[in-house]
């Protein structure tokens, strides 16, 4: 028999919450307040209680609040803003769409999270910002960024779109930095049933701009004071993510428990490097757990095989893509430039039983067995 073991699990979720999610719905209908209005307004406020910042701005999706979040920031055009070369390509596009150039440095090996060494080489006069991925729900160390930042003159913009709820140092991240951005695309761990993304920021100047940004550049209806933009977050999505929003630290809870279980199933597995679990005063969201192997591929298809499934994220380094083919030769001494061809994700989230992360365990156990048992076979041929 094939046991399924899903790497998201939407429709189980779903269930799990169904009363109150189709009440919410129920009532945003009743209301017809789809667009702003009281449960948009409820959820900022709470969201930005949450993750521990003065403002959020509810805005279309995570690459919106992006782009917003930069043109807020006012760089002068053309400046030079350092992104990771991992990461998922909105957080270099956005810059580029903002008017201003993308430099890639390199990703720790240990955490795959930027690595100020590398930004440090690559700083030039033009370098006016930094964009940090809290990559995998992995908090960066927002002491060592925001030291460096003030030692370059440089503006810190948290991309957190898979990071809701992590913390470095018990503060949540997102408006650690200058401004923060989300996504909730709906497989993040604080999904909306469709588009949907926010700002954060502890500076209420910057919150007004980036509001405005959002709503055509005015505050009241036909007062525009510039041209922006329309990104909104609507009534719908602010009422489903107000009831996840009640189950997050629960999820994240047992995302961390998964985590758990896989490391101490999965230590000195065949060639494995596992993820790092973060200091004890700060929190890792794990909305993923990517592992590293020389057998990518083999144990991807060993997986899918016994009905496991997994993802890439991500299988091409940023600087590698057409997308990037403009700006010359790709660094291939780059770690995250290798790198992505032996990282591998592998399931988790509150849908996976014990078993299930037990079974996950068994079979990449056997995998390397075998793997191990096969080497020693062909040893001996070549002995004898
Ligand atoms: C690191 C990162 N940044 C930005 C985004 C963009 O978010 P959205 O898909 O909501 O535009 C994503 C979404 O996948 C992401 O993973």
């Known amino acids: ?36 209005g009281a449960e948009l307004t409820a959820f900022e406020t709470e969201f930005a209680a949450f993750q521990g910042a003065a403002h959020c701005v509810g805005v279309g999706n995570g690459t919106d609040a992006l782009e917003i979040a930069l043109e807020a920031l006012d760089l002068p055009p053309g400046a030079e803003v350092i992104v990771p070369a991992n990461s998922f390509i909105a957080s270099s596009e956005a810059v580029t769409r903002s008017g201003l150039r993308v430099v890639f440095a390199d990703v720790n ?16 006069p033009r370098t006016k910002a930094l964009v940090v991925v ?51 695309y709906p497989g993040k761990n604080l999904g909306a049933y469709g588009d949907g993304g926010a700002i954060l920021t502890n500076d209420g100047t910057l919150a007004k701009k980036a509001r405005m940004i ?3 550049g005015r505050v009241a209806k036909y007062d525009h004071e510039f041209e ?12 489903i993510l107000r009831v996840k929003l009640r189950h997050l630290d629960g999820w994240i809870g047992r995302r961390n428990a998964i985590a758990r279980q896989y490391i101490e199933g999965l230590i000195g597995v065949g060639d494995l490097i596992l993820p790092q679990l973060p200091q004890a005063d700060s929190r890792h969201a794990f909305h993923l757990f990517v592992v590293r192997t020389a057998s ?13 499934q997994t993802g890439r994220h991500y299988p091409v380094a940023l600087p590698k893509l057409a997308a990037y083919r403009y700006l010359g030769e790709v660094d291939v001494t780059m770690f995250a ?15 996976l039983a014990d078993e299930d992360v037990h079974e996950v365990i068994r079979a990449i156990s056997g995998f390397f067995a075998r793997a191990e048992g096969l080497e020693a076979t062909d040893d001996e041929a070549i002995t004898r």
């Open 228 to 239: 922006g933009r329309n990104s909104r977050l609507d009534g719908l999505q602010a009422t």
């Open 296 to 308: 990518r591929r083999a144990l991807a298809h060993h997986l899918e095989a016994a009905g496991i």
């Open 337 to 351: 430039n290798q790198a992505d061809q032996y990282l591998l994700s592998l399931p988790i989230g509150e849908h």
């Open 109 to 124: 090996p240990d955490t795959y999270l930027l690595d100020l060494g590398d930004v440090k080489r690559r700083l030039t």
């Open 214 to 216: 959002a709503n055509h």
């Open 134 to 184: 809290h990559l995998y729900g992995n908090p960066c160390d927002m002491d060592a960024v925001l030291a460096f930042a003030k030692e370059h003159g440089l503006r810190v913009i948290e991309d957190a779109a898979q990071a809701h709820g992590a913390e470095w140092r018990q503060r949540r991240v997102g408006a650690i930095g200058d401004i923060g951005t989300f996504s909730f």
């Open 1 to 36: 028999m094939i046991i399924i073991i899903k790497f998201l699990d939407l429709q189980s979720q779903y269930a799990s919450i169904r009363e109150e999610v189709d009440s919410a719905i129920q009532s945003v209908l009743v209301n017809a307040s789809f667009i702003g």
